[in-house]
């Protein structure tokens, strides 16, 4: 049966079977059924066994004597095979929202945030999402990620399916191209009506177009979408003589690299890879799901947060993302080691002013005697930025918003280098002037 769910991450799963009495779904916590609640966990088993990331979305817990699955710090969409849908959204905190974290209009609301921070995810195809699919927010998830994807491949019908010639070998009655004397032997030599020959044709068959058939094909079985649906079929139908992709792996093996005979190609082939790889940052195995279209919200923030500080930081002033120019050791064997990394480096001209990190963490501004939920290694790590760049600059820790976290923590002093660490909220709510205030705060 098909059923569709939503939670956000740090929400918990339950098995539905496990309680007789009926419970609400929450924005924290669902039920579902059982043949479903049993492929998500031989599927969390499975992954777990390897040394993929994907073990990281779930976690496995058991309380009065019952399992349930703990969701964590990842976003997206699942599929179960019985056709369950969970639909997994960023713990975004709102105050506008703050005791109603349940209606529809904030789960929309959280949706339409992951959207737009999705479109500054580095080497993912999620730039294309446009304001008319930031409004769509009542669709599921997937079907808005098939929206886009159909969008990009009308695009490239209008600018023109790509031809090209491919070799052919074939047993004919006609003579053509070049005679292939040893298979013409072997095959023809009670028929001297047919000839073995190898011949170009100019054809639409060709790796490209192979995996985007087959991704339309794919997408004709897991969309629910009447309008999907119909324009997948019409656009099957203009593919009509190109095959599926048999091997998949040697047709991407085709076209990976740059060509800019199919520059117009990389977008809609991004989400082809996105559909059938499933490289969405959290690669799986198995066969207990359909689908599982992962993002870890750590590399989301990190990337949207950057992204945000390029576009809207003070003129003169630049940002050098995930700066590799330092070690924190200089010499052994003659060589540096343990490269260091910072999200972000603020410049003017060749001093260095700022240095920032982004953390998807929950902190509590109440929580002193717990050190706030900062975890020390991080402290450690601002403290090594700021003793290798010169100039002294300002360290920065950036976390999101909560309702536990609103206002900017008392400063941190090293005493050393004279090194002051600041540690602030980021709020996440869409509003690009909400950024703009955090940047004036840190620089002003």
């Known amino acids: 049966m098909k059923a569709n769910y939503i939670i956000r991450e740090f929400g918990t799963i339950w098995n539905k079977k496990d309680f007789p009495e009926s419970h609400d779904n929450t924005f924290d916590c669902i039920y579902i059924e059982e043949k479903s609640f049993i492929s998500l966990m ?8 390897s040394a993929i990331e994907v073990d990281q979305a779930f976690s496995v817990h058991r309380k009065k004597g019952n399992d349930y699955i703990k969701v964590k710090n990842y976003v997206g969409v699942v599929e179960t095979k019985e056709k369950t849908i969970i639909e997994i959204l960023p713990k975004i905190y709102n105050l506008k929202f703050e005791n109603n974290e349940d209606s529809v209009d904030f789960k929309r609301d959280c949706k339409s945030i992951l959207l737009k921070m999705l479109r500054y995810l580095k080497d993912s195809p999620f730039k294309s999402i446009d304001q008319a699919n930031l409004q769509s927010t009542k669709l599921p998830l997937i079907e808005i990620f098939i929206t886009i994807f159909l969008a990009e491949f009308e695009k490239l019908l209008k600018r023109g399916i790509k031809h090209f010639y491919v070799t052919k070998s074939e047993n004919e009655k006609v003579l053509k191209g070049k005679l292939k004397f040893a298979e013409n032997l072997r095959h023809n030599l009670a028929h001297k009506e047919q000839f073995y020959i190898e011949y170009d044709e100019f054809c639409a068959n060709i790796p490209q177009n192979r995996l985007l058939k087959s991704t339309l094909v794919y997408l004709s079985t897991i969309s629910r979408s ?20 048999t091997n998949q792996e040697k047709d991407w093996a085709c076209v990976n690299g740059r060509n800019r005979l199919f520059s ?26 359909n689908m599982a279209i992962l993002f870890p919200m750590e590399r989301i923030f990190e990337d949207y947060v950057a992204a945000m500080f390029s576009k809207l930081i003070q003129p003169g002033l630049s940002v050098r993302k995930q700066d590799r120019r330092n070690h924190l050791v200089e010499s052994h064997k003659m060589t540096k080691k343990f490269r260091l990394k910072p999200d972000m480096v603020i410049e003017e001209g060749n001093k260095t002013l700022a240095i920032l990190d982004t953390k998807w963490k929950i902190l509590n501004q109440n929580a002193t005697k717990e050190n706030y939920f900062i975890k020390q290694s991080d402290m450690y790590q601002l403290y090594a930025y700021g003793t290798k760049y010169k100039d002294d600059p300002d360290l920065y820790l950036l976390y999101p918003q909560n309702s536990d976290f609103t206002q900017e923590l008392d400063p941190f002093e090293y005493y050393v280098d004279k090194l002051k660490l600041r540690v602030l909220p980021v709020p996440l709510t869409g509003n690009i002037e909400d950024m703009r205030t955090l940047i004036q705060t840190i620089f002003n």
């Open 42 to 49: 031989n599927f969390i088993a499975e992954n777990n066994d």
């Open 226 to 245: 009447a309008k999907n649906k119909s324009q997948i079929f019409n656009f099957l139908a203009l593919l009509d003589e190109v095959e599926y992709s």
């Open 264 to 289: 117009h190609y990389e977008q809609v082939l991004q989400w082809a890879k996105v559909f059938l790889r499933k490289e969405s940052f959290a690669s799986y195995k198995g066969k207990h799901l």
